[in-house]
């Protein structure tokens, strides 16, 4: 499905109107921006979804009811979308898939093997991230973009067992952050832990052969024996 969704009432689904729709098996796929705008709930069994498909809705909560991928930009600027079943999702987490969602705060992703870049960019509240099989994190992936120095990132606790690849600033300004295990780690870029100003402990993998320019920068309470 392409182009604009209409209400039973025959007037368009928008934000401002507060109306919605339900995705599910009866609905074999939505294109890029059909739904941007619009309320939605449940993404169901084999529906395909296309790029920036619900981006600045008003969803609050979502449930995907079979295996699907998250493609670039599908939940971009959803701001008030505080909860998401990540059970079902698989492979790769798009480029700003969940950008400025601010209201996400527990991510627990058990099949998703690499993350886009700037996917869960300026999420704020973020304080848990889980992904046993995330191999891979691209560039500004968790950071903060906002210049002051006063808004960082709640991010707490990672738990990223297989990750192998960092991408530059990926972690930008998660100033909560006090210590990083990432024993698998292979290779990161520019500026990847920068201003993670409350880190005081990192270990890496004994692959792991160059730590790149800026890494830490602004990383004030880590000590280097």
Do not use: W
Not at 85 to 110: H, M, P, Q, R, T
Not at 159 to 164: C, K, Q
Request: aromatic letters at 10%; hydrophobic letters at 40%; proline letters at 2%.
């Amino acid at each position: 499905t392409n182009g604009l969704l209409m209400g039973t009432d025959g007037k368009k689904m928008s934000k401002s109107a507060g109306n919605g729709f339900q995705v599910d098996e009866k609905l074999a796929e939505v294109g890029a921006d059909t739904a941007r705008g619009a309320s939605v709930g449940a993404i169901g069994k084999n529906a395909v979804v296309g790029t920036y498909a619900f981006a600045s809705s008003k969803v609050t909560k979502v449930t995907f009811n079979s295996e699907i991928e998250i493609k670039a930009g599908m939940f971009a600027q959803c701001t008030s979308l505080a909860e998401i079943n990540f059970e079902n999702v698989a492979g790769a987490i798009g480029d700003y898939a969940f950008y400025g969602c601010e209201k996400l705060k527990n991510i627990n992703i058990s099949k998703v093997t690499s993350i886009g870049d700037y996917s869960f960019c300026n999420c704020y509240l973020i304080e848990t991230f889980v992904a046993p099989k995330l191999v891979s994190i691209g560039k500004y992936a968790f950071a903060s973009t906002k210049e002051s120095s006063t808004i960082a990132t709640k991010l707490q606790t990672l738990e990223l067992p297989s990750l192998e690849h960092i991408g530059e600033y990926a972690l930008r300004g998660s100033g909560s952050l006090k210590s990083v295990n990432f024993p698998a780690l292979k290779s990161m870029e520019e500026g990847a832990l920068a201003s993670c100003i409350g880190l005081t402990n990192v270990t890496f993998s004994n692959e792991l052969k160059e730590i790149p320019a800026y890494a830490f920068l602004n990383c004030t309470n880590l000590v280097f024996d």
